[in-house]
């Protein structure tokens, strides 16, 4: 399993990103799928989760801001973050789960907010 | 929604010795859905401990974790070089999934 993320960078204030995770090794669409964050010499933060489903559920800091997805036809796994804030800067790693926990992880991709 | 807290912040111990490490919960959980993590500078953390006490795939057996309701411990028997890290502890709901704050586990 391979997980290969991509996207981040530096955005303003208000403006917004999108990071990718190309999963090889596993089919995306049959998985629980996790986004998870890392601020600058913090420690871990759920993001958000897709289930195998569909579903997509959100921590409450990015809730109505981020928005997951996947294309089943590019085995990518998909986070669209508008109205960024500063406090959104992190190292942003995508997961595959397995009853909850993370088994697999991205090698991480750097989002950092400021003007 | 679970609060996760770790403890200590830091612990200072010399290889060959023992780690004790703490998670607690704010409500009972169910140790099915109770992890640990360990992370490296710079790298992706690494699922160590699942079901509380189930040693992830290739994780060596001086790693153990115990632990209910809302108490878990992740022990380290015998340090190696390698274990010098952040560890972490997680939860997961049917909703959401929640960190502790991590245990530094530092050289001394």
């Known amino acids: 399993v391979q997980l290969v993320q991509s996207g981040g960078g530096l955005v303003q204030p208000g403006g917004s990103l999108r990071v990718s995770c190309v999963a090889s090794?596993?089919?995306?669409?049959?998985?629980?799928m996790t986004w998870v964050r890392q601020a600058p010499g913090k420690g871990l933060e759920w993001v958000s989760f897709i289930s195998a489903g569909g579903s997509t559920y959100y921590a409450d800091p990015v809730k109505t801001r981020f928005t997951v997805s996947r294309d089943e036809s590019k085995n990518t796994l998909y986070l669209q973050m508008t109205s960024l804030r500063v406090e959104d800067t992190a190292v942003y790693y995508c997961?595959?789960?397995?009853?909850?926990?993370?088994?697999?992880w991205g090698q991480g991709i750097l989002v950092t907010v400021s003007s | 929604e679970i609060v996760l807290t770790q403890s200590p912040g830091t612990l200072s111990l010399s290889p060959g010795e023992r780690a004790t490490l703490s998670c607690r919960a704010s409500?009972?959980?169910?140790?099915?859905?109770l992890a640990w993590y360990q992370q490296k500078p710079g790298q992706a953390p690494r699922l160590l401990i699942y079901?509380?006490?189930s040693r992830a795939t290739g994780i060596p057996d001086r790693f153990s974790g115990s632990g209910s309701g809302t108490d878990f411990t992740l022990s380290i028997s015998r340090l190696e070089p390698e274990d010098f890290a952040v560890y972490y502890c997680q939860h997961y709901g049917s909703s959401s999934r929640t960190f502790g704050q991590g245990t530094k586990v530092g050289i001394k």
């Open positions: 090794g596993l089919t995306i669409s049959r998985n629980y």
């Open positions: 079901g509380a006490s």
């Open positions: 997961a595959r789960e397995m009853t909850g926990r993370f088994f697999d």
């Open positions: 409500q009972s959980v169910d140790s099915s859905s």
